[in-house]
């Protein structure tokens, strides 16, 4: 099955270095050997290989090579320098692809030695759009229930869906994060995930984590910014830019895989919303040099909504995921009109989308399909 950023990235190696990060197996060696199919002379190098290593260390490449793919290149010393090295001396006709399964971001911490020479891609799993978008009409319920990881939506049946869960998050947690730091609590951080899983939508305190664990609220702190590296969950935090009496600081935690949420069906929803939206915000930013954000409202007054899309920090649209209650929340309402914000309540069983007091009631499908990407 295709990928929509096919074309862009095309578009992109034109101009610059493209950087395609995201969740490890959410497609992105099959997109870059797809992209390698539209070049004459190409070379697939992965820093996993011992044999590919000597090559990327010693720069031992033809250098006509009209396109050069570094895969898991962060995990070399000094990788930024190493790539702006190549880059600043490669032929004219050289394009250089960069993946990799961790937030390269994250390593921007020590400096940006690349700026102006890249452009970001960020690959996450199918989203409804991106399935409609190729022609494809999914099944939303089986979207939630397999997510939206390539193997394990396409796969011939629920077990084998499943069995490649159970691999994948073993993997992760055995490997992976061992790879990006070293931990020194493995079961207290196999607890915290497992622990996770049963809070999709909740607003979490690191504090009240920690006593269960009986580790540090810091500890807490990192072992979630590690799972947020290497793209198994992501934070969304309370909007407050201009909104009175916004007093819940603590972030909400969802996962890149909706399969892994160990919760209701209405948790399982909220989850496909917020991966949905957040994939739909990487677009904007990544292509339409967009500066939108994800976040969520709760203010003293008891306002509480599940997700606020803010552009350059100026809210743009607030929306509340149900399960099936068709009846428009009160919150949404007053917060629309006090703020003059477009809201949005998402049905997932609901037959037909309809728009009262200014506010769009929606089908899970219609909303999701609105979507940039």
């Not at 500890?219 to 947020?228: D, G, N, P, Q």
């Not at 895989?257 to 994939?279: Q, W």
Request: proline residues 3%; hydrophobic residues 40%; glycine residues 4%.
């Amino acid at each position: 099955m295709n990928r929509l950023q096919l074309k862009n990235i095309l578009s992109d190696l034109e101009k610059k270095m493209v950087f395609l990060i995201g969740p490890r197996q959410a497609g992105k060696t099959w997109l870059a050997k797809e992209v390698m199919k539209n070049f004459k002379n190409s070379l697939y190098l992965n820093y996993d290989s011992l044999d590919d290593k000597k090559i990327i260390d010693g720069c031992t490449w033809n250098p006509e090579l009209n396109l050069i793919i570094f895969d898991e290149i962060h995990k070399k010393t000094n990788w930024k320098n190493y790539i702006k090295g190549v880059f600043d001396t490669k032929n004219i006709n050289t394009k250089i692809l960069i993946t990799g399964s961790a937030r390269l971001d994250v390593y921007d911490q020590l400096g940006d030695s690349l700026a102006g020479r890249y452009f970001r891609h960020r690959l996450l799993p199918f989203s409804y759009k991106e399935l409609l978008e190729l022609d494809s009409a999914p099944d939303l319920i089986e979207l939630i229930n397999r997510g939206g990881f390539p193997e394990p939506f396409l796969s011939e049946s629920e077990l084998d869906a499943e069995r490649w869960r159970q691999q994948y998050t073993n993997s992760l947690l055995s490997t992976d994060v061992f790879e990006f730091d070293r931990i020194q609590n493995l079961k207290a951080l196999r607890i915290l995930f497992n622990l996770l899983r049963k809070r999709v939508g909740s607003p979490i305190s690191y504090q009240s984590l920690a006593e269960d664990l009986e580790i540090s609220p810091n500890t807490v702190k990192r072992y979630i910014e590690i799972f947020e590296a290497l793209f198994i969950v992501f934070r969304i935090t309370p909007y407050s830019k201009n909104i009175a009496r916004s007093i819940l600081k603590e972030p909400k935690i969802y996962f890149f895989d909706t399969g892994l949420v160990d919760g209701d069906e209405g948790a399982k929803f909220e989850n496909l919303i917020a991966l949905s939206l957040l994939k739909s915000i990487y677009g904007e930013n990544d292509y339409l040099a967009k500066e939108k954000s994800l976040h969520y409202l709760r203010t003293k007054d008891g306002t509480e909504i599940d997700f606020a899309v803010a552009n350059k920090d100026d809210l743009e649209m607030i929306i509340e995921a149900k399960l099936s209650d068709k009846e428009i929340s009160k919150s949404l309402i007053n917060f629309s009109k006090k703020y003059q914000v477009a809201a949005s309540q998402v049905v997932q069983n609901l037959s037909k989308s309809f728009t009262k007091e200014g506010i769009k009631v929606e089908t899970g499908k219609d909303f999701l399909g609105s979507l940039y990407l």
